[in-house]
């Protein structure tokens, strides 16, 4: 129905105003309507707080009996942090449910639905179900993998590349792209660089916004085999709150790393590949232990690399300035190893923005 769409519009709207607080939740909105007349809205804002169906609800109050409530994602059923949605939306006396997407928790997965329908609840699913999924898409990777959602993130010049080949540190995209970055990583859960970024750039990896709104910093990921980050690194001298981890191999020298502890970093040992570096898959599985849902790989071009070589990257966002630095500069991606276009590893444009004269390319992998 045309109203339902209207409706669940609003409601998706709502949802956003959860992105990058609700981890490891998903974003999720309502809409409590009758009579065709809206009554009350209401969003989750973060894990352990009500979902966003008890927060419509509570703002309806006895309006509530009788009307119908637009969620983004199903109503759970079951009791976790929170009582189950289902028991609020029954005991406000709703007559009729409008539900986005499907749960894709194994303890929900249509049980919600099923609960309130048994229940003499009127239940319609599916509307919007596109762009309610596109909202949740670190969570329902990481409920149904355990591993979080990869955006592989690079600023490069129209020939594709990061820096110069003498590594000089400078900006190439321009300040409208870096505060699109900034308000990227206030909207994931960690942020990931390669012991060499690192070391060249010695970046503090916060997120800095203006406005009211300062931003959330990501928790810190330095990918560093052999412990070279120095205790003195920018990201270890500041008063984030986000902690900082490195994940280094087997055999890192252990004095090295009780410097860098004392220093405020969390050690992580994983084990390597046959080709001596870290395993991709395992850090993403301690972080995804970790409950983080989402992680913003920011290179640089030997990380890039690795992690499509792995088939680990969920998401590119490139930006792209309107300059050359020529065949000796550094590339975006390092060597993949093809030996055909049709191994290419390739993704599907979503959106194409302008940030002044940069462009940016947002896109989903095809597996």
């Known amino acids: 129905m045309k109203d339902d769409r209207a409706w669940m519009q609003l409601a998706i709207r709502e949802a956003r105003k959860g992105l990058g607080r609700t981890s490891p939740n998903p974003c999720v909105g309502a809409v409590v309507v009758k009579n065709n007349r809206l009554i009350a809205t209401g969003f989750h804002a973060k894990a352990g707080t009500p979902h966003a169906e008890v927060h419509a609800l509570r703002a309806a109050g006895a309006k509530a009996r009788g009307a119908t409530i637009y969620v983004t994602l199903e109503p759970c059923s079951h009791t976790g942090r929170t009582p189950p949605c289902t028991q609020a939306i029954l005991a406000a006396g709703i ?44 969570f329902i990777k990481h409920i149904t993998t355990g591993l979080p959602w990869v955006i592989m993130k690079g600023g490069m010049s129209l020939d594709g590349r990061l820096a110069l080949a003498s590594g000089q540190c400078s900006w190439i995209t321009n300040e409208q792209s870096r505060r699109q970055v900034h308000r990227l990583r206030d909207r994931v859960d960690a942020i990931l660089i390669g012991s060499e970024t690192a070391l060249c750039d010695d970046p503090v990896l916060t997120t800095r916004l203006s406005g009211r709104n300062k931003g959330k910093d990501p928790l810190r990921v330095i990918l560093d085999t052999a412990l070279r980050l120095p205790v003195s690194a920018k990201m270890l001298q500041q008063g984030s709150s986000a902690p900082t981890w490195i994940f280094c191999g087997p055999d890192a020298d252990a004095k090295r790393a009780e410097a860098l502890a004392r220093a405020g970093a969390i050690i992580k040992q994983v084990r390597l590949t046959d080709a001596g570096q870290l395993d991709l898959e395992a850090v993403l599985c301690e972080l995804g232990r970790a409950q983080l849902t989402s992680v913003l790989v920011e290179g640089g071009s030997r990380v890039h690399g690795a992690f499509l070589r792995a088939n680990l990257v969920d998401e590119v966002q ?15 991606v390092d060597t993949l190893g093809l030996q055909q276009v049709a191994d290419a590893p390739r993704f599907s444009p979503t959106k194409v923005r302008r940030f002044g004269n940069d462009v940016l390319i947002e896109g989903l992998i095809e597996k």
């Open 95 to 138: 007559k009729r449910v409008v539900v986005g997407m499907l749960d894709p928790n194994p303890l929900v997965a249509g049980g919600g639905c099923k609960t309130l329908g048994a229940h003499g609840v009127a239940v319609t699913q599916g509307v919007l179900a596109e762009e309610c999924s596109s909202l949740n898409r670190p």
């Open 318 to 332: 490139i930006f792209v300035a309107p300059i050359f630095l020529g065949s000796d500069g550094v590339p975006l």
